[in-house]
């Protein structure tokens, strides 16, 4: 349902976790690099400041950070193909069923968990020459940032209601709305239930925030184990249809809270205050799912970057070229740790997607769908929402 409406729109509505959450996978992500790491990416990303994410959330959108630069392209046509990379639709059933199956759900790779393989390989560097490869590389560990932080919302693990979207307008501390923009569920696990808590138990203080999560992992304080938050897979391991393996473990953990905190009390009472006890039920889980984002990104870093040499000069900033890579192709076959092969499989780099693939979304879009799948009024909603 969601690939289907949202070829239909031009501005996405699946920017999980907002700046202040993607800016804290960054800041935890980046506590976490060993120091080769922190090299790497200091050389590759003067403009950054050489970190993954930034404190001051005032800063000019055009730059804001790295983890929160995937969002911010979505303006800018030339990026409209990865529109669908930020999320996987599941056909389950939240909250009797839920169930992420890697070839149901993404069998083309166009989704978060084949971004993922695609953006790991091109962020590493070549074994043999240990080089970094410019821009390519560069776009590949920003998608990587943004994405790791993704896949960690449940609602981008979710095909249900366009991943909560069409649950609107819904109430969130006696309101229906801040400023222009209405609340429905997935806004509301996006950016409301993190920035309350933000706002007020760390006083608006994103350090104080990713220091604090970062004190739970390093207390292994969390209702579930760190040595959980990894997977067992490789970086470079793929699935049957070439998604990340990796990435699939981390999707299904994702999807699990589905069934067990998203969707059950929505169903119970959809027309309560979510800003009283809905905001105290799951605030927890969000808490532990932005930790496991930048604790998982570090440890994926740690282990693309390993390769690379880094001279001693960073690179001459240059106006970015017209985009040609590949926007998610994927190798075939399982590699463990060991970089998958340089070429571009599948979608080829510098060509564009075939016109028989939707813009957006995992399934192409039939004739009669938007009248056999979501009602006028839904849509009209969704609309109203945007």
Not at 181 to 188: A, I, R
């Amino acid at each position: 349902m969601r690939s289907q409406i949202l070829a239909l729109v031009t501005c996405s509505l699946v920017n999980a976790w907002g700046n202040d959450g993607h800016s804290t996978v960054g800041n935890v992500a980046q506590h976490y690099l060993n120091d080769h790491s922190k090299n790497v990416i200091a050389y590759l990303f003067p403009e950054y400041n050489g970190t993954l994410g930034t404190y001051d959330v005032n800063i000019s959108t055009a730059t804001l950070d790295i983890p929160n630069w995937a969002d911010l392209i979505k303006a800018n046509k030339s990026y409209a193909w990865a529109y669908n990379l930020h999320f996987v639709d599941t056909f389950d059933a939240p909250p009797s069923n839920c169930s992420y199956v890697d070839e149901r759900d993404c069998p083309n790779n166009r989704c978060v968990t084949g971004a993922i393989a695609n953006y790991t390989r091109l962020a590493s560097c070549d074994a043999y020459t240990g080089l970094p490869k410019s821009d390519l590389q560069k776009d590949a560990i920003k998608f990587l940032a943004h994405f790791s932080g993704d896949i960690t919302q449940p609602l981008h693990v979710c095909n249900r209601s366009l991943g909560g979207n069409l649950i609107s307008p819904v109430t969130f501390d006696g309101a229906q709305s801040k400023g222009k923009w209405t609340y429905n569920l997935h806004s509301l696990w996006d950016y409301y239930i993190p920035e309350k808590r933000i706002n007020n138990d760390f006083g608006g203080d994103l350090k104080k925030f990713q220091e604090y999560l970062v004190g739970k992992i390093d207390d292994d304080s969390f209702d579930e184990k760190v040595s959980t938050f990894l997977s067992d897979k490789g970086i470079y391991d793929l699935t049957k249809v070439g998604n990340s393996a990796m990435a699939v473990d981390w999707a299904v953990d994702t999807n699990f809270y589905d069934c067990s905190k998203v969707w059950g009390p929505v169903d119970a009472d959809v027309k309560q205050d979510f800003g009283g006890a809905y905001y105290e039920s799951v605030i927890g889980t969000v808490e532990k799912q932005i930790a496991k984002g930048g604790y998982r990104l570090a440890d994926l870093l740690n282990k693309a970057l390993a390769h690379c040499k880094v001279p001693t000069q960073p690179p001459v900033q240059t106006q970015p070229a017209a985009k040609t890579t590949a926007p998610c192709t994927t190798a075939t076959g399982s590699n463990g740790n060991k970089p998958a092969p340089t070429t571009v499989g599948g979608y080829n780099a510098g060509k564009a997607y075939p016109t028989s693939t939707p813009a957006y979304g995992n399934k192409p879009i039939a004739a009669s769908a938007m009248t056999s799948s979501v009602s006028i009024m839904a849509l009209v909603a969704l609309l109203a929402a945007i």
